[in-house]
Structures are given as C-alpha cells and as structure tokens.
C-alpha cells in the first residue's frame, strides 16, 4: 500500500502540494483574483439590473464591495467540501 509520508507532527502531507510550492500560492492568488472579478461583475450586472432612482449610492458601494468578498470564501468554502478535504 503507497501512503503519504508523514511530516513531524504526524499528519500526512500530500506530495503534490508540497512539491509545487511558490507556484501553487500563486495558483490560489490568480484563481482569487480572476473570482473576485467574476463576482465583481455580476453584482454589478444584479445592481444595474434592479436599480432604482431612490437607492443609496453608500449602500450600492458597500454592497458592490463586501458582496464579491464574502463570496470568495464561500466558493473556496464549498470548494473544500466537494473536495473532500476536512
């Protein structure tokens, strides 16, 4: 049977990540930054979309801000559950 080695503290490492190194933080920062983007762009198209002439500029700032955030963490969130990872 081929088991992962275990590293000092005794939890198993994975081989793949720990080989890739720089390149796989840089793979998460890219992956971040194209799905900040991605929802960037789509509560923008949501707000324009339903827009109307008595909403607050402050409130569609804050919302265009904090909404493409939160979800990033909850993609990577549901990322790790199909993944399998605990």
């Known amino acids: 049977m081929n088991l992962p080695k275990k590293s000092r503290t005794g939890t198993p490492r994975n081989p793949n990540r720990a080989s890739l190194g ?14 900040l983007v ?5 509560v923008r198209g949501f707000l324009v979309a339903n827009s109307s002439a008595n909403s607050e500029l402050q409130v569609e700032q804050a919302i ?3 909404v493409p955030v939160a979800l ?5 969130w549901i990322w790790d559950l199909v993944a399998g990872r605990d």
Do not use: R, S, T, W
């Not at 990033?72 to 990577?76: A, D, H, S, V």
């Open 22 to 35: 720089c390149a796989y933080v840089l793979g998460i920062g890219v992956v971040c930054i194209l799905l």
């Open 38 to 42: 991605v929802n960037g762009l789509m």
């Open 64 to 66: 265009q801000y904090f």
């Open 72 to 76: 990033i963490f909850l993609e990577f």
